[in-house]
């Protein structure tokens, strides 16, 4: 069955990074667009970074364009975040999912990023 396992997140004062991963089993990984979206406390889950099959193509929120990448590994069947300059306004749950038809069919479990002095 298909499983997208997150890894990376926790806690981090602002200016600071932290790299994301999501390891996926149970389909052909390099056939799918993936993508990262977060939830806020309060706030609804928002797309955050999509990256193309071989990675040719990226795109990003607006609020993250420049301090967000987005990347991937097809040899080892995982998608990245890595994400720099980190504010309080980043802090949320960070979820991988896989893309079907421009729609997100699967959803990993979630990791925590928390940013705050």
């Known amino acids: 069955q298909v499983q997208l396992v997150e890894s990376g997140g926790g806690s981090v004062q602002p200016g600071g990074s932290l790299r994301l991963s999501c390891v996926a089993s149970?389909?052909?990984?390099?056939?799918?667009?993936m993508s990262w979206y977060r939830q806020a406390p309060g706030k609804e889950r928002e797309l955050v970074a999509v990256i193309s099959t071989a990675g040719g193509s990226r795109s990003y929120a607006d609020s993250v364009k420049g301090r967000f990448t987005i990347s991937r590994d097809n040899a080892k069947n995982t998608v990245y975040l890595q994400m720099n300059s980190l504010n309080p306004e980043d802090t949320a749950v960070y979820y991988c999912?896989?893309?079907?038809?421009?729609?997100?069919?699967?959803w990993g479990q979630g990791t925590q990023v928390t940013v705050s002095s």
């Open positions: 149970g389909f052909t990984f390099s056939t799918y667009f």
């Open positions: 999912s896989r893309r079907w038809n421009s729609k997100v069919d699967y």
